[in-house]
């Protein structure tokens, strides 16, 4: 199966888990949670099994190809911070290749192509994510990310962070919270 592959090492200390996927590690809640949007066909164990949390043991593959369809995905409970470096791993498999299928991929209206790369023993694959190729500032954070179709075979199967900050607040908590800032400031 796909994750005999995947080979997932969890150590515990008293902050946070710490999760080793591929040769990478990632706090425990590295990882996309929530589906937000799904355009075109895709099969296999279905989207939101496929892309959300740590355990990548299902894929999801744009079937026919469309190079418009899509699934956008987001971190709630944390978000990906712009550090120096790496800073996003997309999990891909690719049977029996050394070379995945290049994945596509959108973050703050940017969208650039990326090989995966295989990380052995078995058919996991990566894409080795830097936010500065998406215009995002040094410690700039990102929460949503779009990932494409198209006329490959590419079969997406997680997204973690690794530079993982704090969540991103939803606009309408960012406008209470200020709200609430100017009413303390103006009693004051």
């Not at 929530?34 to 079937?63: Q, R, S």
Request: net charge negative; hydrophobic share 40%.
């Amino acid at each position: 199966m796909i994750l005999a592959t995947a080979i997932l090492v969890f150590s515990s200390s008293k902050a946070n888990a710490t999760i080793t996927l591929g040769g990478y590690s990632f706090e425990n809640n590295a990882f996309a949670d929530e589906v937000l949007d799904i355009y075109g066909t895709w099969i296999y164990d279905g989207p939101a099994k496929a892309l959300l949390g740590a355990n990548i043991t299902y894929a999801t593959v744009n079937w026919p190809y469309d190079e418009n369809a899509y699934i956008r995905v987001a971190f709630t409970d944390n978000s990906i911070v712009n550090g120096p470096g790496t800073d996003l791993i997309l999990f891909e498999t690719s049977a029996g290749q050394t070379l995945g299928c290049p994945a596509r991929i959108t973050i703050s209206g940017i969208t650039n192509t990326y090989d995966t790369h295989w990380l052995g023993p078995g058919d996991l694959h990566a894409a080795i994510v830097n936010l500065d190729d998406f215009s995002v500032a040094p410690g700039g954070r990102v929460s949503t990310i779009t990932l494409w179709g198209g006329a490959n075979d590419t079969d997406y199967m997680g997204l973690g962070a690794l530079n993982n900050g704090a969540p991103i607040p939803e606009p309408a908590t960012l406008f209470l919270l200020t709200l609430g800032g100017l009413i303390l400031r103006r009693r004051k």
